[in-house]
């Protein structure tokens, strides 16, 4: 492991559920950030946490919830998702003023 | 809105060969550029990254060049091998905005035949 821990990796539901994925970081970073990851596509940001304070990404739609209790995690909370919402989300860390971020592994979601 | 643009989509290249793969960005402000590689069913990872005060890095195998009056950067890695064989995204951030300001680009899937 890196550093950055998701789970579940993998995670099928329905439109109609009620699920979170989870994000934690062992590396003392003060930055977390939610990306999604579709077939050729660019990553494209969700959400930054930076000193635990919320950056958003106006384009995310309200069914995607962050929440940031601490600087070590980060959890996205889903309701009444898209088939089109089936993707790899990836959850990533770094510390101001060292830019690289580390990923987690991802959660591979299918929306059915 | 801002964006970075990749060149080239796939790459296929014969072991031993050389890969370069291109980027341009349009945010005349960013100063960071971070070059990921992700392998089938894995995470991406940072690989080399340039600041914007240096115009040329060099990793072993990997080096990264930047020209910022045409803001455009570059992946190059010689004598290929076949563990090279992965999807590579570059990026261009402007540093201490939280990350906010960090656009990738689409990827480059990269072959390199034994």
């Known amino acids: 492991e890196t550093g950055v821990t998701q789970t579940p990796r993998h995670l099928v539901m329905g439109m109609t559920n009620k699920k979170s994925l989870k994000c934690e970081q062992h590396l003392g970073h003060n930055a977390m950030y939610w990306y999604k990851q579709s077939a050729k596509k660019p990553l494209e940001l969700m959400f930054v946490y930076s000193l635990e304070e919320r950056v958003e990404n106006n384009s995310v739609p309200s069914r995607f919830s962050p929440e940031c209790p601490n600087s070590s995690h980060l959890f996205l909370h889903l309701h009444t998702l898209q088939p089109e919402d089936s993707a790899l989300y990836l959850c990533?860390?770094?510390?101001?003023?060292?830019?690289?971020?580390?990923f987690g592994s991802g959660t591979r979601l299918t929306v059915v | 809105g801002e964006n970075v643009e990749q060149h080239p989509s796939t790459l296929s290249v014969q072991e031993g060969d050389s890969a370069v793969i291109k980027c341009t960005y349009s945010d005349s402000a960013s100063n960071y550029f971070p070059w990921y590689k992700q392998e089938l069913g894995k995470r991406p990872q940072l690989i080399i990254d340039?600041?914007?005060?240096?115009g040329e890095k060099k990793d072993q195998r990997i080096a990264v060049t930047l020209n910022k009056t045409a803001k455009h950067f570059s992946l190059h890695i010689t004598e290929t091998q076949p563990e090279d064989s992965a999807v590579y995204f570059c990026?261009?951030?402007?540093?201490?905005?939280?990350?906010?300001?960090?656009?990738f680009g689409a990827g480059t899937r990269l072959f390199v035949k034994a």
């Open positions: 990533a860390s770094s510390q101001a003023g060292i830019y690289g971020y580390t």
């Open positions: 990026a261009a951030s402007i540093g201490n905005t939280g990350g906010f300001k960090t656009i």
């Open positions: 340039i600041r914007s005060n240096v």
